[in-house]
């Protein structure tokens, strides 16, 4: 499960996604979490955190 929550924020980083509309286009194709399963993982409800999670990810 790490494994895919981390890929799921490099590849919001990698494709500048700004919001969580623009993240659940891509879920499929990239074979990502879910933005509620991010949420969780996350321990928050807003999408914008997530987002800047993403930005210290590498």
């Keep these: 499960m790490q494994k895919y929550y981390k890929k799921s924020l490099q ?13 659940n286009k ?3 194709t990239y074979l990502l979490l879910s933005a509620r399963s991010l949420k969780f ?16 990810v590498k």
């Design 11 to 23: 590849v919001i980083q990698e494709n500048n996604i700004k919001n969580e509309k623009e993240y």
């Design 26 to 28: 891509i879920v499929k």
């Design 41 to 56: 993982i996350s321990g928050t409800n807003k999408f914008e955190e997530i987002i800047e999670l993403s930005k210290k």
